[in-house]
């Protein structure tokens, strides 16, 4: 009843005034929660952000009928939406690009220094859930790629749970209930007196993710659903994406890496790291 109740509210307000409903991923949801205030003092129109795990989002919106924007935190779930007819493909524009790494509480206080760590006796990890957060599918990518049999045992071992979107993930180390993660590089960023990152090694990255955005299928104000990807691309919009570290072209995330690496893409993890 909640859930009705909610959707009926943003209906009658959307209804209401110009204003824009966005289903996100929380990939971006520091910088995209700056950049809409912005947006907003400029334009007058309001933006409502609704942040989750990618494929709940979009789940949401699928079931709802409602949201002007889709911007889940990578490729993955972008090409579902395509696929599904959800989104208008070719108002898909990407905003930034990502990198995976290890996120440890600030002071790395269980002196975690590279992945294999992660699969030692008595550190707690966590990944986000890789049904529905497309960071999720990343670390179980690196952990397929880099871990022995034995190694993804014991990381399977020292697991504490799954975390249900980005922002939950980084929160997972920033108060304790993780000793490290797999994540984005820029949760650092996000709260830097409580995160520090960990780079993996360049061999050990597998691709280089982005946040791509696009006009949903169900949008009452198409036009002015494009002002919004049209400021979050313009150079005001990716100085606040800067300001959070994130890499506006895949040549600065291959420079941050040392190599070149795939963009995008999908991966499907093995059933047995879906529950």
Request: hydrophobic share 40%; aromatic share 10%; glycine share 8%.
């Amino acid at each position: 009843m909640k859930k009705v109740a909610f959707f009926l509210f943003l209906t009658l307000t959307l209804i209401a005034q110009d204003r824009l409903l966005v289903f996100a991923g929380s990939a971006s949801k520091p910088a995209t929660e700056e950049a809409a205030k912005i947006f907003e003092k400029k334009t007058g129109i309001k933006v409502d952000l609704l942040f989750g795990g990618s494929g709940y989002v979009l789940s949401q919106m699928k079931l709802s009928h409602q949201g002007d924007l889709y911007f889940p935190g990578s490729s993955d779930y972008m090409q579902i939406a395509k696929a599904q007819g959800l989104v208008d493909p070719k108002s898909e524009r990407i905003v930034v690009y990502l990198v995976p790494a290890i996120n440890v509480p600030k002071g790395n206080p269980k002196h975690i220094h590279s992945l294999a760590d992660l699969a030692k006796p008595g550190i707690k990890v966590a990944i986000a859930n890789p049904e529905g957060v497309c960071l999720g599918s990343y670390a179980v990518e690196i952990l397929e790629k880099n871990f022995t049999p034995e190694q993804k045992r014991q990381f399977r071992k020292n697991l504490v749970g799954y975390t249900g979107s980005c922002a939950k993930t980084a929160n997972a180390v920033a108060i304790g209930q993780a000793d490290a993660v797999i994540g984005w590089r820029v949760f650092e960023y996000w709260n830097p007196e409580r995160i520090e990152t960990i780079p993996l090694k360049p061999n050990e990255i597998v691709r280089i993710g982005y946040i791509p955005i696009a006009i949903s299928k169900y949008s009452s104000h198409p036009k002015l659903a494009q002002k919004f990807i049209d400021f979050l691309t313009s150079p005001e919009g990716q100085k606040i994406f800067t300001k959070y570290h994130y890499f506006a072209s895949p040549k600065e995330a291959e420079a941050y890496i040392g190599t070149k690496k795939p963009v995008g893409g999908v991966y499907h993890p093995p059933k047995e790291w879906l529950r």
